[in-house]
């Protein structure tokens, strides 16, 4: 951990705002990053502010045998996940079994058309993430998004590595079937009522 972020974690938990302010600057688009690909826009904001103030109740309990941002990692997956959690009660599912890896589209593109396919696919792809179970989602997001070693995702999800890899590997899975029923195109993220 950053000696900064050692030393404003240290005067935030004695109560200082002024620092805590300070930590959600540096980190909010780490934390609303993460929350937008677990969750989506409707509910990335919200889950946000979560996080935050289960980071103010929590500080004092943070012993820094991790770094920080690990620490906020687990915070913000753990509450994204219990927010698709209370989702997908409501009757999301995951589809099918195996399927090959999913390579990330390529991005960075000057070319107009070549940007605008690009967004269209990442589109496709959030879209399809709606599809996958929560803990496969948030494992998937924290590999292929965010872009943390197998060892470091199973650190933030409290899981043994093979999980992680394991969790990584069907939460591909369940997108590529979405992606290939033409579910997330054609719906734009899942129905409600368990279809």
Not at 7 to 31: I, K, M, P, T, Y
Request: glycine content about 10%; some cysteine.
């Amino acid at each position: 951990m950053s000696t900064g972020d050692w030393n404003l974690l240290a005067r935030a938990s004695q109560g200082d705002v002024e620092a805590f302010r300070e930590l959600v600057q540096e980190h909010s688009a780490l934390v609303h990053r993460v929350a937008l690909r677990i969750l989506g826009g409707d509910h990335a904001q919200d889950a946000s502010q979560e996080v935050w103030m289960r980071v103010w109740r929590n500080m004092k309990n943070f012993r820094g045998e991790s770094a920080f941002s690990t620490w906020l990692y687990r915070i913000t997956v753990n509450t994204c996940l219990g927010a698709r959690r209370k989702e997908s009660r409501r009757g999301e599912h995951e589809h099918g079994e195996e399927m090959p890896y999913l390579s990330e589209p390529p991005g960075g593109d000057a070319d107009p058309e070549a940007a605008a396919l690009s967004a269209e696919r990442r589109m496709e792809i959030e879209a399809a993430l709606g599809y996958v179970r929560a803990e496969h989602r948030g494992a998937l997001v924290l590999r292929h998004m965010e872009g943390l070693s197998y060892a470091e995702i199973a650190r933030v999800l409290d899981v043994p590595e093979g999980t992680a890899k394991g969790w990584v590997s069907r939460g591909r899975a369940a997108m590529l079937v979405a992606m290939s029923n033409g579910a997330a195109p054609s719906l734009g993220g899942p129905k409600e009522g368990g279809e």
